[in-house]
């Protein structure tokens, strides 16, 4: 079978969305019958060289093995001729498109559209529709974004398709007698859309220090993630600046992986103060970091909004927040029971099998089949 895979969001991003194709392409790569291609638009002036230096970037970041996905270029996403591009998807049997919330006709045997992020769009006009009806399937990330896309988009979204997450090898490697006085958070520093809002959490720990200092004796927030924007990370840093929080920019996955060790609980805060109804897209689509950290054996004391109440499980929802005051009273909560903090961290490790490799394999290979 010959399978082209596109997101119009590579090679600039380096996010869960990125993470996902990666793996859809891994998980297909694996088997010896088929051959696929990782496409790349033309705007970005593509050689052979810089179709080899963009896959080496994919690979050095998220430490895959992608030896039997090729990159290749396209004309999607690009001002090229609509038949050229039209004729360019007929080449092949499978295609599987990650959405930014643009549609194109594919003449594909078969075709598979990912959406991760929760857009509200229009798409009653003709033409969308007729985009929309020339794939065979539609999945989301997460129940949540699905629950916006369907009245949204006026389409049914097939399955649910929520990212892998190597729970078992995290599960396998963490070891509760070394977990440290450690709040951790990871993901990137940006302000706009679905921002991580490491200034919320820097200013509830601040509080929460304040409040509680003879509890808080030890511990310290770490935020961890590269900077996309560098005056909000300035901003977040000149907040955090007198407690005992450490910004970290520069980690590289193995050091992460170390940090969801060390750490004893999970904070997450996107989507503070935002209406998901009102503004889907700014509030967590899924949540894989929080999957991970669940698994390492961390606390989840995340915002009840998005995709992260899924993610927790029904087990674990009332502990998640809404306000500044809900998370400073369960997180004190957390810290001074270790008993319940034990009994939590085992009921998040539990809960994150749910997103295992072998569910993700499983799925996927149902879209492909059916």
Request: some cysteine; glycine content about 4%; proline content about 3%.
């Amino acid at each position: 079978m010959k399978i082209f895979l596109y997101s119009p969001y590579i090679p600039e991003h380096f996010g869960g969305g990125e993470k996902y194709l990666l793996d859809i392409a891994r998980t297909l790569a694996a088997n010896p019958n088929h051959q696929v291609n990782l496409a790349i638009s033309i705007k970005h002036t593509l050689s052979a060289v810089k179709l080899k230096e963009i896959k080496y970037q994919y690979e050095q970041y998220f430490s895959y093995n992608l030896k039997k996905v090729k990159f290749v270029s396209t004309p999607l996403g690009s001002n090229t001729n609509f038949f050229r591009k039209l004729f360019w998807t007929k080449h092949y049997d499978l295609g599987y498109y990650l959405t930014d919330g643009s549609l194109f006709f594919s003449m594909a045997k078969k075709n598979i559209l990912h959406v991760q992020v929760p857009l509200k769009l229009d798409k009653s006009s003709f033409i969308e529709k007729k985009k929309l009806q020339s794939w065979n399937v539609i999945t989301t990330n997460s129940n949540f974004t699905k629950s916006i896309i369907e009245p949204s988009w006026n389409t049914k979204v097939t399955q649910v398709h929520q990212p892998m997450i190597e729970v078992d090898q995290l599960i396998a490697q963490s070891n509760f007698d070394q977990k440290e006085k450690i709040i951790l958070n990871v993901g990137r520093f940006f302000p706009q859309l679905h921002s991580k809002r490491q200034d919320i959490l820097v200013t509830i720990f601040k509080r929460l220090f304040d409040q509680y200092k003879k509890d808080l004796d030890g511990w310290r927030l770490v935020l961890i993630g590269t900077v996309e924007d560098d005056q909000y990370a300035r901003r977040v840093a000149k907040l955090a600046k007198g407690y005992p929080i450490t910004l970290n920019h520069q980690a590289a996955r193995a050091e992460v992986l170390k940090w969801y060790q060390k750490s004893s609980i999970y904070w997450h805060a996107t989507g503070y103060r935002i209406n998901e109804l009102d503004e889907p897209h700014k509030v967590e689509h899924f949540g894989i970091s929080t999957v991970e950290a669940m698994a390492s054996g961390n606390v989840p004391l995340v915002i009840a909004k998005g995709g992260q109440k899924e993610v927790i499980g029904d087990q674990l929802l009332d502990w998640s927040w809404l306000t500044q005051r809900e998370c400073i009273k369960k997180t004190r909560q957390v810290i001074v029971n270790e008993q319940l903090r034990q009994k939590l961290q085992k009921q998040a490790q539990q809960q994150s099998r749910s997103f295992s490799p072998q569910v993700f394999i499983s799925k996927l290979n149902k879209l492909i089949s059916n």
